[in-house]
């Protein structure tokens, strides 16, 4: 009677598993709030449509931040809707929920996501490189850049280059449809919509994807030197395993068009990108809360 759920609560994104049934929501962690009593109007998709065009009687807002909770009533109340999604109105047993949290957070931004999750009703975008063996972590670690902070990158490159001010949608926008981490010779181009910086005005202007790359490539290497410092601090037996089976990435920032390129050349070590990346964190969730006698040692649990 009592379901299991697990949670990967995104920057970006959140998904919710149950055990027994899969992947049963992968909405944009958006959340809208009338103004005056802070009542949740939509959460998900619904929010995400209003993101910059919120009268000012609603805000709506990304209660993650860099990968930890930046909102807590906000998650708080973004969860309690998934749970409730899940377990219907009139719940008789409280779930069982497991949320996945990045590593490298502190006890602090852990104790959140326990909180807020068990005031939800239940019993980060960071990026984050790993070494795992014999079903532990060996070596961590964490960078608070993620897909959030490369739309951010193109934000500042348009106002810097264009003197064109965008907004998120926009951003994440160009980076899904143009964007690539290398040069490529025949680069695409997007016209976007966005107000001048100077004059105040709607105006609209092309940007092509060596553009798209040259905004966001610092941000990359910033990535890429997470990854960097796991490798130089790896077991020397570990790194042999790694140079034969290579890195495995996964998120949704591993898609970005020719990252797995760019990361093999500055690591020397062949990366892939995981099928249906964006669902490995979700999915390995719910294999571990289904398993979770052999993964004790690894979860935090409180009730």
């Not at 920032?253 to 099928?275: I, K, M, W």
């Not at 294999?287 to 979770?292: D, K, Q, T």
Request: glycine share 10%.
């Amino acid at each position: 009677m009592r379901k299991r759920i697990a949670i990967d609560l995104g920057t970006a994104n959140t998904l919710v598993w149950v055990a027994g049934e899969g992947l049963i929501a992968n909405e944009p962690t958006v959340v809208a709030i009338a103004s005056d009593n802070g009542k949740v109007v939509a959460i998900g998709e619904e929010a995400k449509k209003m993101l910059g065009r919120t009268p000012e009687s609603l805000i709506a807002s990304r209660p993650m931040r860099e990968g930890v909770i930046a909102d807590y009533q906000i998650t708080e109340a973004m969860l309690r809707y998934f749970i409730g999604k899940v377990c219907g109105r009139f719940q008789l047993l409280k779930p069982d929920v497991m949320i996945c949290v990045p590593a490298g957070c502190t006890q602090v931004e852990r104790r959140a996501a326990l909180d807020a999750t068990l005031s939800a009703g239940a019993g980060g975008g960071a990026a984050e490189a790993a070494v795992i063996s014999l079903g532990g972590v060996v070596v961590h670690k964490s960078v608070r850049v993620a897909g959030n902070k490369i739309d951010e990158a193109i934000q500042e490159y348009l106002k810097r280059k264009f003197n064109l001010i965008i907004g998120d949608q926009t951003a994440e926008e160009i980076k899904i449809k143009i964007g690539t981490a290398i040069p490529i010779k025949k680069p695409e181009n997007l016209e976007l919509s966005g107000r001048d910086q100077v004059f105040g005005l709607p105006r609209t202007a092309t940007i092509n994807s060596n553009e798209v790359m040259e905004a966001i490539h610092p941000t990359l290497m910033q990535i890429i030197g997470a990854v960097k410092g796991v490798l130089e601090d790896t077991p020397p037996e570990l790194a042999a395993d790694i140079i034969d089976k290579g890195i495995v990435m996964s998120g949704g920032t591993s898609q970005l068009l020719n990252f797995d390129r760019l990361l093999t050349e500055e690591t020397g070590v062949p990366a892939h990108v995981a099928e249906d990346a964006i669902f490995c964190v979700v999915r390995g969730t719910g294999v571990v809360m289904e398993n979770i006698e052999l993964w004790k040692r690894s979860v935090i649990t409180r009730r």
